[in-house]
């Protein structure tokens, strides 16, 4: 069974950092697309960042210069290094892996950028 485990969430001031793991397990494959999703209270879910297996990414306007998406390890590792964050970062992000046409999501983790 695959499993995606998020860490690194928390509270920030505004322009400070953050650091999103996630982790995949339960399968001995290689994801071919991982990436990050995130959801504000009372709007839709969307894309932060995403990355191939092959190391290609792919960021939202909103967060390109600021984000940086990588994949380490055993490759079913996935990293977003946030900076600058701003209080319109703040929501819950979620892992997500993609295999053979299947989407596999985290739990989520609360990140929190006050003015």
């Known amino acids: 069974q695959v499993q995606l485990v998020e860490s690194g969430g928390g509270l920030v001031q505004a322009g400070g950092s953050l650091r999103l793991s996630c982790a995949g397990s339960g399968s001995i494959f290689s994801f071919n697309v991982m990436g990050w999703y995130r959801q504000a209270l009372g709007k839709q879910r969307e894309l932060v960042a995403t990355i191939t297996s092959g190391g290609s990414a792919n960021y939202a306007d909103s967060v390109k210069g600021r984000f940086a998406i990588s994949r380490v390890g055993a490759r079913n590792t996935v990293i977003l290094q946030m900076n600058s964050l701003k209080p319109d970062d703040t929501a819950v992000y979620y892992c997500?892996?993609?295999?053979?046409?299947?989407?596999?999501w985290g739990q989520g983790t609360q990140v929190t950028v006050s003015a």
């Open positions: 997500n892996a993609v295999r053979t046409g299947t989407n596999y």
